[in-house]
């Protein structure tokens, strides 16, 4: 929960209050950074304007803390915050009071990939978070924004805007707010997915329980208002397979349904979109019903948040050096030693997909032979974790060349592989590990992760650890975003699908109240497990 001002709830304020408070994101390797929000009690707004009541003590105390938390968020990735001036208010505030969530520093909204990963879901856990911390009121929680990029830029695009709004109703600029608020939240979560530089894994049960919560209600939102002729592109039986430009041409032209392949269940279907050239309803109608995907490592596999809960994927990760230049990314971490890099992988895991990661260094492509292999292995695979409701992951490490496809032609084997438990059980096999808060789920308080147990011998920790065995070229980048030569070799199978864990539900801080002395910022006691 809140750790509020003298502990009390924000009701119990006469006049208008603020404080910095913090979330974390201790899910990430190397990610110990903190979320800084400032939170503003019993506001009154006009056109976006804050006016305070309850004196010039009152301006006197928001003013400071507001200065001390801005300073302190500067520091941080996203940098271009904005907070405005306080003045009194000419009257005491009359009315309902409301709840709302003003974002500031939006990140890339017009990326597609970066919208829903760095924007959308991050509203979501914010918004999900601080109705928990009042009650779940049924009105929901209101959203505004600052029309400020983090690159600078002083304008938002909102092409992506009707997704976020089918989800939490109309988004608009901050300067639209009028009225009386019990709380506004300023500020921007940082839970968000590492780029896909290095090949280390992790897993969050809790940050798993969010995205799961977040799939359920962006899945239930969108089939009630997507049109009916956008949901008849795809069924449930249909695979697709995206195209993309920077597919090298021979898996442009791979075919993934001849005499190998072992469609299962029969009816499955393999279908071949370019999902680009269709408008935005048109794309994600075709998701919402399909039975998985097949796509090369790269932003389009973001719409795995679309497909129904325990889908299939498979992510073929072609090294850059076997792209063409013209295609290739700006992340010199993608060569062959330093393949696959993680982070569309481990979406889908933390989103209960079962999901296969094909790692491939040959200008030469694959035989469509193995290809189709490959594909019938996973919807093997897919079907059973279907009947036993777990999330799981592969790697095929090694048959990576063709001079190595030879080790396709007994069985198949995973050089790596992983289940766990689905939905994620974050509290315990009989809790649950999201619930119903107002019009929305929620998951639980992000200031602390759960670590599942057994941990593997080989890990010594609670992770992270490293996929697909390099050379010791991967270190010698000069860079830590390509990992540590002393991370551990992920072992190659372990299974989470019954965590032991003992089932608890006591309810902890949700955000920790930050202390802002000489530029130095602590937070309050962590939770922990």
Same mark, same amino acid.
């Given at each position: @929960?809140?750790? #509020?001002?003298?502990?009390?709830?924000?009701?119990?304020?006469?006049?208008?209050?603020?404080?910095?408070?913090?979330?974390?994101?201790?899910?990430?390797?190397?990610?110990?950074?903190?979320?800084?929000?400032?939170?503003?009690?019993?506001?009154?707004?006009?056109?976006?304007?804050?006016?305070?009541?309850?004196?010039?003590?009152?301006?006197?105390?928001?003013?400071?803390?507001?200065?001390?938390?801005?300073?302190?968020?500067?520091?941080?990735?996203?940098?271009?915050?904005?907070?405005?001036?306080?003045? @009194?208010?000419? +009257?005491?505030?009359?009315?309902?009071?409301?709840?709302?969530?003003?974002?500031?520093?939006?990140?890339?909204?017009?990326?597609?990939?970066?919208?829903?990963? +760095?924007?959308?879901?991050?509203?979501?856990?914010?918004? *999900?978070?601080?109705?928990?911390?009042?009650?779940?009121?049924?009105?929901?929680?209101?959203?505004?924004?600052?029309?400020?990029? $983090?690159? #600078?830029?002083?304008?938002?695009?909102?092409?992506?805007?009707?997704?976020?709004?089918?989800?939490?109703?109309?988004?608009?600029?901050? /300067?639209?707010? $009028?009225?009386?608020?019990?709380?506004?939240?300023?500020?921007?979560?940082?839970?968000?997915?590492?780029?896909?530089?290095?090949?280390?894994?992790?897993? *969050?049960?809790?940050?798993?329980?969010? &995205?799961?919560?977040?799939?359920?209600?962006?899945?239930?939102?969108?089939?009630?208002?997507?049109?009916?002729?956008?949901?008849?592109?795809?069924?449930?039986?249909?695979?697709?397979?995206?195209?993309?430009?920077?597919?090298?041409?021979?898996?442009?032209?791979?075919? &993934?349904?001849?005499?190998?392949?072992?469609? +299962?269940?029969?009816?499955?279907?393999?279908?071949?979109?370019?999902?680009?050239? /269709?408008?935005?309803?048109?794309?994600?109608? @075709?998701?919402?019903?399909?039975?998985?995907?097949?796509?090369?490592?790269?932003?389009?596999?973001?719409?795995?948040?679309?497909?129904?809960?325990?889908?299939?994927?498979?992510?073929?990760?072609?090294?850059?050096?076997?792209?063409?230049? $013209?295609?290739?990314?700006?992340?010199? #971490?993608?060569?062959?030693?330093?393949?696959?890099?993680?982070?569309?992988?481990?979406?889908?895991?933390?989103?209960?997909?079962?999901?296969?990661?094909?790692?491939?260094?040959?200008?030469?492509?694959?035989?469509? /032979?193995?290809?189709?292999?490959?594909?019938?292995?996973?919807?093997?695979?897919?079907?059973?974790?279907?009947?036993?409701?777990?999330? &799981?992951?592969?790697?095929?490490?090694?048959?990576?060349?063709?001079?190595?496809?030879?080790?396709?032609?007994?069985?198949?084997?995973?050089?790596?592989?992983?289940?766990?438990?689905?939905?994620?059980?974050?509290?315990?096999?009989?809790?649950?590990?999201?619930?119903?808060?107002?019009?929305?789920?929620?998951?639980?308080?992000?200031?602390?992760?759960?670590?599942?147990?057994?941990?593997?011998?080989?890990? #010594?920790?609670?992770?992270?650890?490293?996929?697909?065995?390099?050379?010791?070229?991967?270190?010698?980048? *000069?860079? +830590?975003?390509?990992?540590?030569?002393?991370?551990?070799?992920?072992?190659?199978? &372990?299974?989470?699908?019954?965590? /032991?864990?003992?089932?608890?539900?006591?309810?902890?801080?949700?955000?920790?109240?930050?202390?802002?002395?000489?530029?130095?910022?602590?937070?309050?006691?962590?939770?922990?497990?």
């Amino acid at each position: @929960m809140f750790n #509020g001002l003298s502990g009390k709830a924000a009701g119990a304020y006469e006049g208008s209050a603020a404080e910095c408070v913090a979330a974390g994101r201790v899910s990430f390797p190397g990610g110990e950074g903190e979320s800084i929000f400032v939170r503003f009690y019993n506001m009154l707004v006009q056109e976006g304007k804050l006016l305070v009541t309850g004196g010039q003590d009152a301006v006197t105390q928001i003013t400071e803390v507001t200065k001390d938390c801005a300073t302190s968020i500067e520091t941080l990735e996203f940098d271009q915050y904005i907070f405005p001036d306080f003045e @009194m208010a000419p +009257d005491a505030c009359q009315g309902s009071r409301r709840n709302a969530v003003v974002l500031l520093g939006l990140y890339h909204s017009f990326n597609y990939y970066h919208f829903v990963v +760095d924007t959308l879901f991050q509203v979501y856990v914010i918004v *999900g978070h601080l109705a928990q911390e009042l009650g779940c009121p049924s009105e929901g929680i209101e959203t505004y924004y600052i029309a400020r990029e $983090n690159q #600078g830029k002083n304008t938002v695009d909102r092409r992506y805007w009707p997704v976020m709004e089918a989800v939490f109703g109309p988004v608009n600029e901050v /300067k639209t707010a $009028n009225g009386c608020f019990n709380t506004m939240l300023y500020g921007i979560m940082h839970q968000r997915f590492l780029p896909c530089l290095n090949r280390l894994f992790w897993y *969050g049960p809790r940050y798993s329980s969010w &995205w799961h919560a977040f799939q359920r209600d962006v899945r239930e939102q969108l089939l009630r208002k997507v049109a009916s002729s956008d949901l008849s592109g795809s069924t449930s039986e249909a695979m697709l397979v995206i195209q993309h430009r920077r597919m090298p041409l021979w898996l442009q032209e791979m075919k &993934w349904d001849g005499q190998h392949f072992r469609p +299962d269940p029969p009816e499955t279907k393999v279908v071949y979109v370019d999902i680009a050239s /269709k408008p935005l309803s048109a794309q994600i109608g @075709m998701l919402l019903r399909a039975r998985g995907l097949i796509s090369l490592q790269g932003a389009s596999l973001v719409n795995q948040v679309y497909l129904p809960q325990l889908s299939a994927v498979l992510e073929v990760v072609v090294a850059q050096d076997y792209i063409d230049q $013209n295609f290739r990314l700006n992340f010199s #971490g993608d060569a062959c030693y330093n393949s696959p890099t993680t982070c569309h992988d481990l979406m889908g895991l933390h989103l209960g997909h079962s999901v296969l990661v094909w790692k491939w260094c040959d200008h030469q492509g694959f035989p469509e /032979k193995v290809a189709q292999e490959v594909l019938s292995y996973l919807l093997e695979a897919n079907q059973r974790m279907r009947s036993t409701s777990h999330g &799981w992951s592969c790697y095929l490490c090694n048959l990576d060349h063709t001079s190595r496809m030879d080790l396709a032609s007994s069985s198949l084997e995973c050089d790596h592989e992983i289940t766990v438990a689905w939905p994620p059980v974050p509290h315990g096999l009989s809790c649950p590990g999201v619930r119903q808060c107002g019009p929305l789920m929620a998951g639980p308080t992000l200031l602390a992760e759960t670590f599942y147990r057994p941990v593997p011998e080989q890990l #010594g920790n609670e992770g992270p650890c490293m996929l697909c065995k390099g050379g010791k070229e991967t270190f010698d980048k *000069g860079d +830590d975003w390509f990992g540590d030569p002393e991370t551990p070799i992920c072992p190659r199978q &372990w299974d989470w699908s019954r965590p /032991k864990l003992v089932c608890s539900v006591a309810q902890s801080k949700l955000f920790a109240r930050l202390h802002i002395q000489q530029g130095c910022m602590q937070s309050d006691d962590r939770m922990t497990n």
